[in-house]
């Protein structure tokens, strides 16, 4: 090995790329917790337990029921801060 290495002629890789996608999402405190309580069973951090799960929703070409779909936006619907002032 050599003592001191010249980088002065670096290049970055073409081919390494981002693989993951930074983004903001609103999640319910509920899901949230639910997610960091099974991600510190299984010692991994939330978001990455979070992106697991999705990825093998989107592999297996999962979609929910439009009856949960319903029940929850009839639920969120109800809950005092999402109700009209008056």
Known sequence: ???????????KNPYAQ????????RLDTAAV??????AAELGIPY???IN???RDCAMRKRRPSIEW???????????????PAG
Not at 33 to 38: D, I, M, T, V
Not at 72 to 83: D, F, L, R, V, Y
């Open 1 to 11: 090995m050599r003592t001191e290495y010249d980088f002065t002629k670096s290049r």
């Open 18 to 25: 981002q693989l993951k996608l930074p983004v903001t999402i």
């Open 33 to 38: 917790a639910y997610f960091k309580e099974l």
């Open 47 to 49: 978001q990455n337990l």
């Open 52 to 54: 697991l799960f999705l």
């Open 69 to 83: 779909l319903e029940a929850s936006a009839g639920s969120a619907a109800s809950t005092p801060a999402n109700k």
